[in-house]
T-cell receptor, first 112, second 112 residues
Framework: AQSVTQLDSQVPVFEEAPVELRCNYS??????LFWYVQYPNQGLQLLLK??????LVKGINGFEAEFNKSQTSFHLRKPSVHISDTAEYFC??????????FGAGTTVTVRA | DVKVTQSSRYLVKRTGEKVFLECVQD?????MFWYRQDPGLGLRLIYF???????EKGDIPEGYSVSREKKERFSLILESASTNQTSMYLC???????????FGSGTRLTVV
């Protein structure tokens, strides 16, 4: 079985400051890892994904994430946030060839 | 641009009504999913389908059924709506889990 833990439910941050959203997963096999973003009243949009290869993955809107196999983590970072980054962020892990398992989400609120 | 379209953004239904939520994708994806999203709980899988007329229960199938008569359409049915089914419902499709999902914009259902 696989599970995903997002360690922070809410992250307030000032504009132009860096942000890190933490994600840990439990799995006994190799996994594929994803980060999604959900803007208010919208569906989820893929930010980035890790399948194999380089452990540092770059995504859209200046986000990046680092896969750490020994710590079973996949933390998301952005060096300088904008007001428009206010959203909910979800970490997800592939369960099999079909399904993803999602974390509970982290709400990022960017203040001026 | 590829799309997953959910027929309604907002729905208000009465307790005991039969409710249909429709989802259509134009990407020729084999796999389609229905999730419900509740604050603090993230996304929970209700049902998924990996082929026409095929369906599998997810983590919380009780009180729901699904129908997939055509590849592009996946319907979620609430047989007798109850107030605890008030939620955001998200439809998604994919080729395989390592591609990630494409999500619809969601249907916010309120059962009164």
């Amino acid at each position: 079985a696989q599970s995903v833990t997002q360690l922070d439910s809410q992250v307030p941050v000032f504009e132009e400051a860096p942000v890190e959203l933490r994600c840990n997963y439990s799995s006994s096999v190799s996994v594929y890892l994803f980060w999604y973003v959900q803007y208010p009243n919208q569906g989820l949009q893929l930010l980035l994904k890790y399948l194999s290869g380089s452990t540092l993955v770059k995504g859209i809107n200046g986000f990046e994430a680092e896969f750490n196999k020994s710590q079973t983590s996949f933390h998301l970072r952005k060096p300088s946030v904008h007001i428009s980054d206010t959203a909910e962020y979800f970490c997800a892990v592939s369960m099999d060839d079909y399904k993803l398992s999602f974390g509970a989400g982290t709400t990022v609120t960017v203040r001026a | 641009d590829v799309k997953v379209t959910q027929s309604s953004r907002y729905l208000v239904k009465r307790t005991g009504e039969k409710v249909f939520l429709e989802c259509v994708q134009d990407m020729d994806h084999e796999n389609m999913f229905w999730y419900r999203q509740d604050p603090g709980l993230g996304l929970r899988l209700i049902y998924f389908s990996y082929d026409v007329k095929m369906k599998e229960k997810g983590d919380i199938p009780e009180g729901y059924s699904v129908s997939r008569e055509k590849k592009e359409r996946f319907s979620l049915i609430l047989e007798s709506a109850s107030t605890n089914q008030t939620s955001m419902y998200l439809c998604a499709s994919s080729l395989a889990s390592y591609y990630g999902y494409t999500f619809g914009s969601g249907t916010r259902l309120t059962v009164v």
